[in-house]
């Protein structure tokens, strides 16, 4: 009887063992159900998110996240290469660290453009930011930004005095006349000009569209990319709230909007300033060699601005066929 009490005590030992950690699907503290995932409080870098987690899309698909914000995409792969994240969201500027090897693209997301460069009211043209002082966020589409920027007009960056600041440092620094202009993005813009509404923007997305797309995505850090089971999963979450942004765009901006504690209308005019993609529209582009077209342009821009020694190939960290395949699942 004895020998049989202490059996069935083993056998409870190990049966709390495996169930350990709050692990909802009772694999243990490895369970690849787990899935820490960044965002930025914006439209393009929330709005799947915020979906996902009120159409209850995560435990549908047997998977517990734990969202964490990040103010840009290069320090989500940062905490990737790190160990402390899995998944997150970069906006095109940050597309050279899985061009590089740091991350795989496992979705593209939308078009951006929200990007500019912004000057004091007494810089008119590009040609007089010579000299001057200049905010911006390293690695980031604002970066990319001011670079094709002060091409257009003769200039590289030794010609200004450049600044690299966070995003949240360029917002006070510009509206306090620190700075006398900066790479940045809307929706940040938006709290730059409720302080210096005479503001220029000197260049914007749209002027370079012939030369390069500015496409946001979201990436796996490499160790999570290999676990291809779960990261299909994450790709079903991400393709039926693509889907369900796409047919209801109002609903969409409402739970970004609580989401990032922000008006429905600031919301929905950042959400104007990029292109969303559905999945329909993205298996086609995968298919076609659109994005590897738009990947490969971006490369050839991260050569030219120092970011990457040559450009890969895009197969080597866009993990299309997964995207894709994650539909038949």
Not at 14 to 20: K, R, S
Not at 174 to 197: H, M, T, V
Not at 296 to 315: E, H, I, R, S
Request: net charge neutral.
């Amino acid at each position: 009887m004895k020998k049989l009490l202490a059996a069935l005590a083993a056998a409870s030992l190990l049966l709390v063992a495996a169930c350990g950690d709050g692990d909802p699907a009772g694999g243990g503290e490895k369970s690849s159900s787990r899935v820490t995932f960044g965002y930025i409080a914006d439209y393009n870098g929330t709005s799947l998110l915020a979906v996902a987690q009120d159409r209850k899309l995560w435990a549908k698909h047997g998977l517990a996240v734990t969202p964490k914000v990040f103010t840009n995409g290069p320090l989500q792969v940062t905490a990737m290469n790190a160990g402390d994240l899995d998944y997150g969201y970069i906006g095109p500027g940050a597309v050279w660290l899985p061009a590089s090897g740091k991350a795989k693209i496992v979705a593209l997301n939308s078009l951006g453009n929200a990007d500019r460069v912004i000057a004091q009211p007494q810089i008119t043209d590009l040609s007089r930011l010579r000299g001057k002082k200049v905010g911006v966020p390293e690695g980031t589409s604002g970066d990319m930004i001011l670079t094709l920027a002060l091409a257009k007009a003769g200039l590289t960056n030794t010609d200004i005095q450049r600044v690299p600041m966070d995003p949240a440092t360029i917002v006070s620094a510009f509206a306090a006349g620190r700075i006398d202009a900066a790479g940045i993005w809307y929706p940040l813009l938006d709290n730059i000009k409720a302080r210096k509404p005479d503001l220029v923007e000197l260049a914007r997305n749209d002027d370079f569209a012939a030369e390069v797309a500015f496409p946001t995505a979201f990436v796996a850090g490499n160790e999570a990319a290999r676990d291809t089971a779960r990261t299909t999963k994450v790709l079903q979450v991400l393709r039926e709230a693509m889907d369900y942004r796409a047919a209801h765009p109002d609903e969409t901006a409402a739970l970004v909007a609580a989401m990032n504690k922000q008006t429905v209308e600031a919301v929905k005019a950042d959400a104007a300033n990029s292109r969303m993609l559905d999945t329909r529209t993205l298996d086609g582009y995968t298919a076609d060699g659109t994005v590897t077209r738009w990947l490969t342009g971006m490369g050839d821009y991260f050569v030219g601005a120092g970011k990457l020694p040559a450009n890969p190939d895009p197969k080597s960290y866009y993990l299309g066929d997964l995207f894709t395949g994650a539909a038949a699942k």
